[in-house]
């Protein structure tokens, strides 16, 4: 009967026997795609491929799957991953520009996930390693503009910091990297403007990097002979 099905292929799959596993919870979904059990059957699918390791294939068998009519909630967060997961394997094998591609197509899919502003940081430093500062810098303007207040943090919850005890990563850092990365680009003008807004936002007053900016705005005005305003910075 459809219990005793679904106890045998979980059996398999206790014993890490995936492929037998697999196909044995494919016949029950095909037999039984009512049964209350079909979802745990779909599940425990996807599971043996996230077991092996087989990205490609679990996203591809939450796909299949949908024709019994199942639904996963995780969907869109599992997808999500393995997205992340393939760009920092094309970090780690210094593909940067794959890599950049790749952890803004897994932000773009779901803006809303807690790792995208990682995911956006990481593509910019990915541009910056392949030498592609423009691209860098529209990155970490997105950083700015779509999550103001983000600072990296550990699955915990806890703020990660540089070996200096400051933050290692955050929307105050990016905003100074536009205005840095700007000045590489000569665009003076913006350039001070960011790093003033770095000095002057309320939100980034805790900043360890206020103080860079104020130095480098009022050089840069100094150097343009703005220098009424190279006093009051």
Known sequence: NAEQSYSA??????YDHLAEARQRLMNFLQTYPQHPLAKS???TVVASHR???????MVAAIDELKKFGLIFPYE???KVGVIFIKANQLKEKGQWVEAAQAFMKAVEQNPKDKDAPAGLWNAALMYEKAKMFGSALKVYELVVQRYPTWRLRDKQGN???DNEGNPKAGSDQALFFVAYNAEKYFNFDKAIGRYLELVDNRAYRDSHKRADALFNAAVLLESMQRYDEAARA
């Open 76 to 78: 869109k967060e599992l």
């Open 9 to 14: 292929a979980r059996i398999y799959f206790s």
């Open 41 to 43: 059957a779909g599940d």
């Open 159 to 161: 703020l990660l910091l």
């Open 51 to 57: 077991r092996q390791g087989c990205l490609d294939e």
